[in-house]
C-alpha cells in the first residue's frame, strides 16, 4: 500500500520560511517524481513543483519559482519543499503526489497524501 505523508505546515507571517517534508512507503520512492501541489480555499488545484527521480531536474509553477525549493533524498524516502518569503497568497493545503513521469498536471499523478495546512498571515 503506498503512502505519502505530509507534514511541517503551520501558520506564519509574510516573510516567514516553512519546510514540509513528504514521507513516502509502499512504492519504489527513487522511480518516481515527487511533486508538490496546492489548493486554496474555492480555487483550483495548483501546481507548485516537482523533481525527478534523481534530483537533478525540478521544476516551479511561474507564483513560487525563487522562493520554493524542492529536493529529495532518496536514501530517506522523503522529499522537501523549502518555501521562503512567504506570503498571504501561499496560504493553501500543501500535496505531495508522485508519479513515473514529470506532469503540471494533478491529474496524471497516482498517489497522493493527505495533505499539509500553511496558512501565511499578513
Known amino acids: 500500500q503506498v503512502q505519502l505523508v505530509e507534514s511541517g505546515g503551520g501558520l506564519v507571517q509574510a516573510g516567514d520560511s516553512l519546510r514540509l517534508s513528504c514521507a513516502a512507503s509502499g512504492l519504489t520512492f527513487s522511480q518516481n517524481v515527487l511533486a508538490w501541489f496546492r489548493q486554496a480555499p474555492g480555487k483550483e488545484r495548483e501546481f507548485v513543483a516537482a523533481?525527478?527521480?534523481?534530483?537533478?531536474?525540478?521544476y516551479y509553477g511561474d507564483s513560487v519559482k525563487g522562493r520554493f525549493t524542492i529536493s529529495r533524498d532518496n536514501a530517506k524516502n522523503t522529499a522537501y519543499l523549502q518555501m521562503d518569503s512567504l506570503r498571504p497568497a501561499d496560504t493553501a493545503i500543501y500535496y505531495c503526489?508522485?508519479?513515473?513521469?514529470?506532469?503540471?498536471?494533478?491529474?496524471?499523478?497516482?498517489?497522493w497524501g493527505q495533505g499539509t495546512h500553511v496558512t501565511v498571515s499578513s
Open positions: 523533481i525527478n527521480w534523481s534530483g537533478i531536474n525540478t
Open positions: 503526489a508522485a508519479n513515473r513521469h514529470y506532469s503540471t498536471s494533478g491529474y496524471t499523478y497516482d498517489y
